[in-house]
Structures are given as C-alpha cells and as structure tokens.
C-alpha cells in the first residue's frame, strides 16, 4: 500500500546529555513539533541501545527519583557481562528492558494531551555517550 505523506510526518532532534546519567525533558521540543497539526499521535523513539523515552513529572525531584530507583536496580557496577566502556557500563544496555526506547502520546487539535505533571523525557544512563538523536514522527489521524 503507497504512503501518504500528508498523514505523517518526522524529524530528528540532537540532544546533548553531557557526561552523567540524566532525564531530559523532551516537552517542549515536542509541543512545538506538533503545534501546527490537528489531532493524531506523536511518537517519540530513541534509536539507541543504551537509553529511554518516559512520560513522568520533572522538576518536582520525580526525576531524579527515577535516577535514584535505576541505580538501586541496575548498580554500576562489574556484575554485568556486557564490558566495554567505563565501568558498569552493561548496566546501560539493560536500561531499555526497564524503559522503552519509545512513547506515543495523544496530540488534540495540535497540543499534547498530556495530564498536569506530565512531561515526555529522555531517560540516559550512558555516560560514554554525550549525544542523543530522538526521532519525532507525527501521525494525522
């Protein structure tokens, strides 16, 4: 079946998570992303190996409860078979078995219709890798 390009649509965005575990939120790239469409869904992908994509409050200490929770279930530490890069790094390679490398999110009218507290974040726990392309792809509906 040929594809129409007039029902979807996507893009890439580069994210800088610097040297340690974070929670990035993806909110307002993803706001303006949808902005000018109607209703649909936006998904959000991480095509990495080593992160995630959440919906979870931030900026209330939720994200670095997460944080705290991910270190206390997969230590960094030389438990992990998985040894390249600095130590615990196989830890990293779990992560996408505890949070999903995507997330699809209603868009009403081209606004995400995401509860109060809710914020759309990239979930990264490799410090071996300081730059995150996520992919955005909106699908009219």
């Known amino acids: 079946m040929p594809r129409d390009d007039r029902c979807t649509r996507s893009d890439t965005i580069e994210i800088r998570t610097g040297s340690s575990a974070v929670v990035h ?17 936006l998904n959000v992908f991480v095509p990495h190996a080593t992160a995630g994509v959440v919906v979870i409050e931030t900026g209330a200490g939720s994200d670095d409860d997460l944080l705290t929770a991910l270190d206390a279930l997969l230590p960094r530490d030389d438990r992990w078979q998985h040894r390249h890069g600095t130590p615990g790094h196989g830890r990293d390679h ?26 759309i974040a990239l979930v990264d726990t490799n410090v071996d890798n ?11 509906g």
């Open 25 to 41: 939120d993806l909110t307002g790239e993803c706001a303006q992303f949808v902005r000018a469409e109607g209703d649909g869904l």
């Open 94 to 119: 779990v992560l996408p078995a505890f949070i999903a490398p995507s997330v699809t999110v209603p868009v009403l009218g081209g606004s995400l219709a995401l509860g109060t507290w809710q914020s």
């Open 130 to 140: 300081a730059v995150r392309e996520v992919r955005l792809s909106f699908l009219a």
